[in-house]
């Protein structure tokens, strides 16, 4: 059999999705990238903001669409958005053949198994992961599932359920799989990477597993993202520090600085305690990029909410910024709250933020100009290498194009001096476009020159 895959959402559904490839051609099936050639297709959905909801519905339909007029035998649409709405997507989408949530994903062997589509029997081994994505060297590792924050505006835990740390041992052996795999840069990821462990008797938690990393594997770069900044703990920073491997960058969604927006939204944190964090953060990681996420539009928002939030991003600077529009999701507290903030008002506002933010972004990049940088080559694209500093996550920092570096392999660390910032041209026709979706992120362009002579290794930032 041949699977194809359609995953959506967030780099936690990408490793989900390759998990699951694994235990199919554990069965012998074969991964396949062109849906078309496809006998059954997988879609893993996403149901955290209602953009997402649309991406999710629009894939399964048209994979509907694949199973009338190709090869497709059987639809399978699983994750987040089944998890909630299994029982309307099954009454609204009959092409589907099996849907199951996040929660049920144990069945999927015996339903297609059922259906005589895989084998009864292992007959092979690839591993716990199967690689899916266009550039191997960068790979993203789960660490806990679910959350224990009870945010007002957000399903995850209606979706994924309570927070659940995996053992270290078992984390440290799918990062050295991940490795033998080809992996450069390996991000991790979680609800709340700072709360990993602490559901644990072992007294194992986010530094004791960075450090079992450093010590156990030999993959260059290991980078953190989404972590709550009250997690982030003196101790852990000293790791940062002293580990060179663990990239000088910080994934701390804040959401808002009204502190009375940040109570309606049950946010552990006020903007007193965010600014020290990141003064600390700064202080004992002078060179770290902070990444935060930013909800505009949430009930009750007044200008001087707004306002607030504008003056804080200014203060504070953080090097990157992405943001959404407010949409009540069922069954959290928030849409029991009137959406009082008119849809022309939240898109306005994201578009003032962003427009705020791209400025800042711009500057903090200036600082760095002159400078000789780690960056790691990606992809060769029209005979251009674009690359990433050490400061730029894959998909939502933008890219550090490399002069005269089209030879070097993808993977390949080098150092290079930066020339200069790149203004995005298309920004705002691109913000508009995003807007709609009500997601969108800065992501400027750097220039750099490898520098002449320098090692390229496999070690370091």
Not at 18 to 36: F, I, N, S
Not at 100 to 120: F, N, V, W
Not at 139 to 150: A, N, P, Q
Not at 392 to 400: F, I, L, N, P, R
């Amino acid at each position: 059999m041949k699977v194809g895959f359609i995953t959506l959402g967030c780099d936690k559904n990408t490793v989900d999705s390759e998990r699951y490839l694994a235990q199919l051609a554990d069965r012998g099936a074969e991964y396949t990238d062109d849906l078309a050639d496809a006998e059954v297709i997988v879609i893993n959905t996403c149901g955290f903001i209602d953009a997402a909801k649309k991406e999710s519905l629009d894939a399964i339909v048209e994979a509907g669409r694949m199973k009338d007029d190709g090869r497709c035998q059987a639809v399978v649409a699983v994750g987040c958005m089944v998890q909630r709405h299994k029982e309307e997507l099954a009454e609204a989408l009959p092409e589907v053949d099996l849907f199951l949530g996040s929660s049920e994903m144990d069945r999927l062997l015996p339903e297609l198994e059922a259906r005589g589509l895989i084998e009864d029997q292992p007959v092979a081994h690839p591993g716990v992961r199967l690689f899916t994505g266009d550039v191997r060297h960068i790979r993203y590792l789960k660490v806990s599932e679910g959350c224990d924050h009870g945010c007002a505006f957000c399903a995850i835990p209606l979706m994924r359920g309570k927070h659940r740390s995996f053992a270290l041992d078992e984390v440290v052996r799918e990062a050295q799989l991940l490795e033998a795999q080809g992996a450069r840069e390996v991000n991790l990821v979680a609800q709340d990477l700072a709360h990993y462990g602490r559901d644990r008797r072992d007294g194992f938690t986010l530094p004791e597993l960075l450090e079992s990393l450093v010590r156990e594997t030999g993959i260059p770069w290991l980078r953190m993202l989404y972590l709550y900044s009250s997690g982030i703990t003196p101790r852990l920073l000293e790791v940062v520090a002293r580990e060179s491997r663990i990239l000088p960058y910080l994934d701390m969604p804040m959401q808002h600085a009204s502190d009375s927006v940040l109570a309606r939204m049950r946010r552990p944190e006020r903007q007193r305690t965010i600014r020290d964090r990141v003064r600390t953060i700064r202080d004992v990681v002078p060179d770290i990029a902070i990444r935060t996420t930013c909800i505009v539009g949430f009930p009750g928002e007044s200008d001087e909410d707004f306002q607030q939030l504008m003056g804080f991003l200014e203060e504070i600077q953080f090097e990157r910024v992405g943001a959404f529009t407010y949409s009540p999701q069922e069954g959290t507290r928030a849409a029991e709250m009137p959406d009082d903030v008119p849809e022309s008002v939240k898109r306005e506002r994201l578009e003032r933020l962003m427009e705020l933010q791209r400025q800042v972004t711009a500057e903090r990049y200036e600082r760095f100009v002159g400078r000789t940088a780690r960056a790691m080559v990606d992809r060769i694209v029209d005979g251009e290498a674009q690359a990433r500093t050490v400061w730029q996550a894959d998909d939502v920092d933008g890219v550090t194009l490399l002069d005269g570096a089209e030879a070097l392999a993808p993977g390949t660390i080098v150092d290079a001096v930066i020339e200069g910032i790149e203004d995005d041209v298309d920004f705002r026709a691109t913000l508009l476009r995003v807007v709609d979706r009500a997601v969108t992120t800065v992501a400027p362009r750097v220039r750099a020159l490898p520098v002449v002579g320098a090692s390229i290794g496999s070690f370091g930032r």
